[in-house]
């Protein structure tokens, strides 16, 4: 990709401004630049998170930088990378799915830098960027600056979440088809906006559904559904239907999390069958082996 008049952008972006874009140094979310951080993080203040016991504390991309921190690009599958900062926020993993009309960044680290947005240059850069739900909004307005204004893809019903809205963000409330063969719709659950994107060509052709955290591949080969997972709250049988009913407008054959998880072959039916094992001891169908 050569875009040599975006190289003077983006030298801006790769040093803080002055105020700096703040991040939350528990959950690597991005709050709007200002002279001195936010008193709170809205989203680690709220039950599905945590504020950590010794603290809310701040960060910016440049103390990150400094700090030795990195993003690191691996491929996945055939035109599927993951895109990680290992140490920042919660350790999530973005998922970069290449397309022949361009490219979508799903879930978003909590860092960038230059060597990351020349690897992802060269894959076709990113032309639209999803969160599958606030706890993964990262610091998509950085990502979408370096890449000529990517558009910000953000579910309504979570937008009050936001702590910076650049003008790239467009919100959304009825599924569509982002780009040819990607199709964005809103399974809610974890968060009301909690955001599915199924990738019909992925796997080969068996589809392959990115889940965020909305459905969480388990050890067992399962996969589980969480209102918050660091707190463990569950959620109720109705809307443990709902979700897996969602789910099964989908054909896909991989499912990923946002820690680049997975659950396959043949998710879908392990999602089918997960629901019911959660709706049997969350409804109490199962109290008398307790
Ligand atoms: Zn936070």
Not at 30 to 53: G, H
Request: aromatic letters at 8%.
């Amino acid at each position: 990709m050569g875009d040599s008049p975006k190289v003077v952008r983006d030298t801006e972006i790769m040093s803080d401004q002055h105020p700096p874009l703040w991040l939350c140094a528990t959950c690597g979310v991005e709050y709007s630049p200002a002279v001195t951080p936010p008193a709170q993080c809205p989203i680690c203040e709220d039950e599905r998170q945590y504020v950590p016991a010794t603290g809310q504390r701040w960060t910016t991309l440049d103390k990150l930088r400094d700090t030795g921190h990195s993003v690191e690009i691996t491929q996945v599958d055939d035109r599927l990378w993951g895109i990680q900062a290992p140490g920042v926020g919660i350790d999530q993993q973005g998922m970069l799915v290449q397309t022949d009309e361009g490219n979508l960044l799903f879930d978003v680290p909590g860092l960038v830098d230059d060597a990351a947005i020349d690897t992802v240059r060269g894959l076709g850069g990113i032309r639209h960027i999803v969160a599958s739900h606030p706890h993964m909004y990262g610091v998509q307005s950085a990502w979408s600056a370096a890449f000529d204004d990517a558009v910000i893809w953000v579910a309504e019903a979570d937008a009050g979440w936001l702590g910076h809205r650049p003008d790239a963000v467009r919100t959304w409330s009825l599924p569509f088809d982002l780009l040819p063969g990607i199709h964005l719709g809103q399974i809610g659950g974890h968060f009301p906006g909690s955001t599915i994107a199924h990738w019909a060509d992925g796997a080969a052709g068996k589809g392959v559904l990115l889940a965020g955290d909305a459905i969480f591949p388990t050890p067992d080969g399962n996969v589980t559904f969480l209102r918050s997972y660091p707190n463990r709250i569950p959620l109720s049988p109705a809307v443990i239907r709902r979700m897996a009913d969602h789910v099964q407008h989908y054909s896909f054959d991989v499912l990923f999390n946002n820690f680049g998880a997975q659950a396959g072959p043949d998710a879908a039916a392990i999602v089918a069958r997960s629901a019911d094992r959660y709706i049997a001891w969350t409804s109490g169908a199962n109290d008398h082996l307790t």
